[in-house]
């Protein structure tokens, strides 16, 4: 009982209003703190190392961080900028990105880069799928200027991001997706078509972007709404497709027939004898793996593509394309020029025998 009464009684004193009087300051508190005093100079009882610099400069090293009065070279800065790239701020990821912009393109038009290029682009690629318009807008600018090798040696990291875009929510990112898959078709257009699920992956993006959908049971073709998209952005995705399909469907410039060569004994057809120009020439067979199912499958061959276009959208595009057309203005001009692309890449189609 006794203790109860006196946990009643401190518990009262928490309560109570002091009393103050006239010429005595108020009583201070028990965690109060002293911030009266001044200093000029703040010291750190740590042990400081004073190293010399090779360029003649002095740098005082505070347990794992440096103080330099000396700039770090470019190759530092760089590095430091890729390592940015993964910062959740919008204004630091845009920043870094503009720095490795012009640091790329000044290297590439002077000397070489300050890092493998190699290790540089599966970096700056998922920024495709940024929030932001700017960084998406520097990452077609960086890709611009890169040569058709390096893209070449990337293209299926490009094109998993590619149909990530397409697929996506915002139509914004849908529309710069658009725009890499147009750059990538203009420079490694025959190597986009060719690789590793390039083929099937992109046709089925382009048909959920576009709402085009095919019943074979019932034998009709449903548009949904939902996914529908309209105006420019249309025009810009049926433009694209259709470049697509003119690199996957359609001859191409160095598929013509050779004329026959007089020279004994050269045949007509001496570039299909000579030695592979590409790695890994027969991975399409899968020689020393499970076949892949036929998304997966690596379409060379012109005929080949012609048969899983046929076989898997035609109908589903045929149908669209008029459903399109109906709208007519841009949408109109761009849906027929999509089914001259069409109608000139499947035109001899019944003549290989499939």
């Given at each position: 009982?006794?203790?109860?009464a006196?946990?009643?009684?401190?518990?009262?004193?928490?309560?109570q209003?002091?009393?103050?009087?006239?010429?005595?300051t108020?009583?201070?508190g028990?965690n109060?703190?002293?911030?009266?005093f001044?200093?000029?100079?703040?010291?750190?009882?740590l042990?400081?190392?004073?190293i010399?610099?090779?360029?003649?400069?002095v740098?005082v090293?505070?347990k794992?961080q440096?103080?330099s009065a000396?700039a770090?070279s470019?190759?530092?800065?760089?590095?430091?900028?890729?390592s940015?790239?993964k910062?959740?701020t919008d204004?630091?990821?845009?920043?870094?990105?503009s720095?490795?912009?012009t640091?790329?393109?000044?290297?590439?038009?002077n000397?070489g880069p300050?890092?493998?290029?190699?290790?540089?682009?599966p970096?700056?690629?998922?920024l495709i799928?940024?929030p932001?318009?700017?960084?998406?807008g520097?990452v077609?600018k960086?890709?611009?200027?890169?040569p058709?090798d390096?893209?070449?040696?990337?293209?299926?990291?490009?094109l998993?991001?590619?149909n990530?875009g397409m697929n996506?929510?915002?139509?914004?990112v849908?529309?710069?997706?658009?725009?890499?898959?147009?750059?990538?078709?203009?420079t490694?257009?025959?190597q986009?078509?060719?690789s590793?699920?390039?083929?099937?992956?992109?046709?089925k993006?382009?048909?959920?972007r576009?709402?085009?959908?095919?019943d074979?049971?019932?034998?009709?073709?449903t548009?949904?709404?939902?996914s529908l998209i309209?105006?420019?952005?249309l025009?810009?995705?049926l433009?694209?497709?259709?470049?697509f399909?003119r690199?996957g469907?359609?001859?191409?410039?160095?598929e013509?027939?050779?004329?026959?060569v007089?020279?004994?004994?050269l045949a007509?057809?001496?570039?299909?004898?000579?030695?592979?120009?590409?790695?890994?020439?027969?991975?399409?067979l899968?020689?020393?793996g499970?076949?892949p199912?036929?998304?997966?499958?690596?379409?060379?061959d012109?005929?080949?593509r012609?048969?899983?276009?046929?076989?898997?959208?035609?109908?589903?595009?045929?149908?669209?394309?008029?459903f399109?057309?109906?709208?007519?203005?841009?949408v109109?001009?761009?849906s027929a020029g999509?089914?001259?692309?069409?109608?000139?890449g499947m035109?001899?189609?019944?003549?290989i025998g499939?």
């Amino acid at each position: 009982m006794g203790s109860s009464a006196k946990k009643k009684k401190e518990k009262k004193k928490d309560f109570q209003k002091s009393k103050l009087k006239v010429g005595k300051t108020r009583p201070k508190g028990t965690n109060f703190t002293d911030t009266s005093f001044k200093s000029k100079c703040m010291v750190v009882l740590l042990s400081l190392q004073s190293i010399d610099h090779p360029n003649k400069g002095v740098a005082v090293v505070l347990k794992q961080q440096s103080i330099s009065a000396v700039a770090p070279s470019p190759a530092a800065q760089f590095s430091h900028h890729l390592s940015l790239l993964k910062s959740h701020t919008d204004t630091q990821r845009k920043e870094s990105l503009s720095f490795l912009t012009t640091s790329l393109k000044s290297r590439s038009e002077n000397a070489g880069p300050l890092r493998p290029v190699k290790t540089v682009l599966p970096q700056i690629i998922p920024l495709i799928l940024d929030p932001d318009t700017d960084i998406r807008g520097q990452v077609l600018k960086i890709l611009s200027f890169q040569p058709a090798d390096d893209l070449e040696d990337h293209i299926g990291n490009l094109l998993l991001h590619i149909n990530a875009g397409m697929n996506h929510l915002a139509i914004s990112v849908g529309s710069s997706s658009m725009d890499l898959l147009s750059l990538v078709l203009d420079t490694v257009g025959e190597q986009a078509v060719t690789s590793v699920g390039g083929w099937v992956k992109t046709l089925k993006s382009f048909q959920a972007r576009l709402g085009w959908n095919f019943d074979d049971n019932p034998g009709t073709w449903t548009s949904s709404k939902a996914s529908l998209i309209r105006g420019k952005t249309l025009v810009h995705t049926l433009n694209t497709f259709s470049k697509f399909l003119r690199v996957g469907l359609c001859k191409a410039s160095s598929e013509k027939e050779e004329p026959p060569v007089s020279c004994f004994p050269l045949a007509q057809h001496v570039r299909q004898h000579m030695l592979p120009t590409r790695s890994n020439t027969y991975a399409h067979l899968c020689l020393y793996g499970e076949p892949p199912d036929e998304e997966s499958q690596m379409y060379e061959d012109r005929e080949d593509r012609q048969r899983i276009f046929h076989k898997r959208f035609q109908k589903a595009v045929n149908q669209g394309l008029e459903f399109a057309q109906q709208e007519g203005g841009e949408v109109g001009r761009a849906s027929a020029g999509m089914r001259k692309v069409v109608l000139e890449g499947m035109n001899d189609y019944n003549v290989i025998g499939y």
